[in-house]
């Protein structure tokens, strides 16, 4: 059996040191029972996404808990090469998650009939289902989160002895171990509803892109691109992670997967390693900022806030862009400054060339896109993203065994019809068509590799889903917690409180919330626990409602690349062969546009396309989106400016403050802040200009 596995250098770092996960599955016979369960983990997903198999939601979020369990436990001990009394713990530990996911769907209709007076097993079962996800956690991605998670269900058990106001009324045990583990409250709650019904999805898609040569893909375009520029091999960084997060989930993957490429790309061009790695922690999380996908975070704020995906797109595709433009800007500089050049153009690949071979691959993500700016459910346009992905993979593969001409024109027809079908006749022609192609492969020439990629991507897609699937499972007890208590509300009204003597103070208290939340959570996680507490209090402070998310979910990704956790750049460290903490602080210089973008759209909405604020009231809509636009632009460069101490030639300290100083003052939306930075910014081109042409600087 071919086993999934990424394309890394002999030397490739131990990644298993940040990413337990990042080895493939082992090749001995318990490797290959995980593997096998994978692969049907994902069947499973795909089958009840296209409803060929029809359960309750509550069944199949019991199930999508069971199989992560059942596949995390072992998988994570094999990989370990942990001994084999801690093997047996770990079965053991993954045949009671089966266990308890088996008994929701054995006692769905009875669990329902006495909900809130369960039975004694109720409880033992809840209580078993409640270990098994904290250790799951504990095991995946180390303490952080079990213990954040740990200390809600602690507060629900003994908040009632703590003083006022953070006291509460008092729940019995059997109430709190209802309440978290059965129903769609604790453990099956939104967050492990939208793990099993779009993130997964989103996984297997970029699963089944990557191994049909989307990375491949996304590098030539960029390298093509950019390649030969001043300082080419970083900026190929900043645009291929940019394109990667387009189909990734998780920023710390897109670091292990690009940065294997990139990293060395750029030292071996003269950039400083700390500075490597820092560019690229900071693009890879910031593909999670990049529509479509946003690390699926998209389609979570849409479902918490009740609006269409494409708002949620509205109000990122602004900043995201800013976001990569002063990360592109940053390394321009960086470049500048140490005088790199770029790569011989006659070495690099064809972008054109690159797109004309492989622009079928482009198809798939080109569908999801329209299909969620059409108004289709995010479950909807994930199930037709994936059919189409494999019926260009499998099509693909019989296409080149057909003579050239009419006949495989007329069979690419054939299959695009086909997919039209779904729209009229639903998932069935669909599925026909994949079994079809399923047996056309397996007996043609190459048929039975492109069948092993599809196996491949599979068993891949379902274990990338579970550190993020075990997390929002996870999560469900904090949003317990909330639901159960009114926890949320104490935070939220010390926040307002705050806010009504400073709306900056309550900001900086808020982002300090989600950087401290998130340090070691995945971004998925971190969002939706900062949203359920800060995003209310901010919405209260008059802040709008999908502006006060965006602000939460930016500081919630910003903190992978902030000490002392900084997950990304740790993640980049053994590749860039480098200090984590050093590559953390370069990566804040680069990520610096990120930091300020969230602040200055609460104070100007119309930064992330949203109305409201008294610019908008002042100039107009979209003059006031034009000035915004145009003054974040400006004081990202000044910032790149004082940060890299570089402008055509070096900068002077003073020079430097001076930048600096106009750049905090552009984004201040305080009184005459604007006309002030404008006019140091002014001063600052001047000084710049007159130095240059004296030839001193």
């Known amino acids: 059996m071919t086993q999934p596995h990424h394309d890394m250098p002999k030397d490739a770092p131990d990644l298993g040191l940040h990413d337990p996960l990042a080895e493939s599955f082992p090749a001995t016979a318990e490797g290959r029972a995980l593997f096998w369960i994978a692969v049907v983990f994902s069947v499973f997903q795909i089958a009840t996404a296209a409803h060929l198999l029809d359960f309750s939601s509550q069944i199949v979020r019991a199930f999508h808990v069971g199989f992560l ?3 995390g436990f072992p998988l994570l001990a094999a990989l370990k090469k942990k001994t084999l009394s801690f093997r047996a713990v770990a079965w053991a530990l993954a045949l009671t998650g089966v266990l308890v996911a088996l008994y929701q769907w054995w006692e769905y209709t009875p669990l329902i009939l006495r909900a809130g007076d369960p039975l004694p097993r109720d409880i033992v079962l809840g209580v078993a289902a409640l270990i098994t996800v904290f250790a799951a956690a504990w095991l995946l991605m180390g303490p952080a989160l079990p213990i954040i998670a740990g200390g809600f269900l602690a507060y629900c058990f003994w908040g009632e002895y703590l003083p006022s106001p953070l006291n509460h009324r008092g729940y019995d045990f059997a109430q ?54 001043q300082g080419g091999a970083a900026k190929v960084a900043v645009v291929s992670s940019g394109l990667m997060g387009t189909i990734s989930g998780s920023g710390v993957a897109n670091v292990v997967t690009t ?33 479509p996908v946003m690390g699926a975070v998209a389609f979570i704020m849409a479902e918490t806030l009740g609006v269409e995906y494409v708002e949620v ?21 960086e470049a500048g400054r140490h005088g790199l050049k770029g790569m011989a153009k006659a070495d690099l690949p064809s972008p054109i060339k690159a797109l004309k071979e492989n622009w079928y691959l482009i198809l798939p993500l080109g569908v999801l896109v329209y299909l969620l700016f059409s108004g289709f459910t995010p479950l909807f346009a994930g199930t037709i993203g994936l059919a189409m992905t494999v019926m ?5 593969s019989i296409a080149l065994g057909l003579p050239g001409g009419v006949i495989r024109i007329l069979f690419w027809i054939g299959l695009g019809a086909i997919a039209a079908a779904f729209f009229e006749f639903g998932i069935l022609p669909v599925a026909v068509a994949i079994v079809a192609l399923i047996g056309w492969n397996a007996v043609s020439k190459g048929g039975r590799e492109t069948l092993a990629l599809c ?27 909330m639901t159960l208590t009114g926890a949320a509300n104490t935070f939220g009204q010390f926040i307002v409180h705050v806010g009504d003597k400073s709306l900056i103070l309550s900001l900086i208290l808020t982002m300090i919330t989600c950087i401290v939340l998130g340090m070691g959570i995945p971004t998925i996680p971190n969002y939706i626990i900062t949203s359920s507490i800060a995003g209310p209090a901010l919405l209260a402070l008059g802040v709008p409602l999908i502006v006060s998310h965006m602000f939460v979910f930016y500081f919630g990704i910003l903190a992978d690349l902030t000490p002392p956790v900084a997950l990304a750049c740790f993640a980049a460290a053994p590749i860039a062969k480098e200090n984590g903490l050093k590559i953390a602080l370069e990566a804040i210089k680069v990520a610096a546009a990120g930091f300020v973008i969230p602040f200055m759209a609460v104070y100007t909405p119309t930064l992330m396309l949203q109305d409201g604020g008294p610019l908008a009231e002042a100039l107009g809509f979209w003059p006031a989106v034009a000035y915004i636009v145009a003054k974040t632009t400006l004081a990202i460069g000044l910032w790149g400016a004082a940060v890299i101490g570089w402008l055509g030639r070096p900068l002077s300290w003073p020079l430097r403050l001076l930048a600096a100083a106009a750049a905090v003052t552009l984004i201040a939306a305080l009184p005459l802040t604007d006309e002030a930075g404008f006019a140091m910014a002014a001063l600052f081109a001047g000084l710049v200009w007159r130095a240059r042409v004296a030839g001193t600087a």
């Open 455 to 481: 196996r491949d991507s599979l068993a891949e897609g379902a274990k990338t889903a579970l550190p993020v699937g075990i997390a929002c499972a996870l999560v469900g007890i904090i949003i317990g917690t």
């Open 392 to 396: 260009l993979i499998l099509g693909g």
């Open 176 to 229: 709190v171990i209802d309440h978290m583990a059965y129903g769609t409250e604790g453990i099956y709650g939104i967050p492990t509803y939208v793990s099993s019904s779009y993130i997964f999805l989103f996984i297997l898609f970029g699963s089944f892109l990557e191994r049909a040569g989307m990375i491949k893909l996304f590098t030539d375009v960029s390298l093509g691109l950019v390649g030969h520029k």
């Open 69 to 71: 369990t059942l596949l």
């Open 259 to 291: 940065g294997q490429f990139t990293i060395p790309l750029m030292k071996s061009f003269g950039y400083r390693s700390a500075f490597a790695g820092g560019v690229e922690s900071t693009a890879s999380m910031g593909g999670q900022l990049m529509p």
């Open 313 to 333: 797109v509205k109000a990122a595709l602004i900043p995201a862009i800013l976001y990569f433009a002063s990360a592109f800007w940053m390394v321009h500089l």
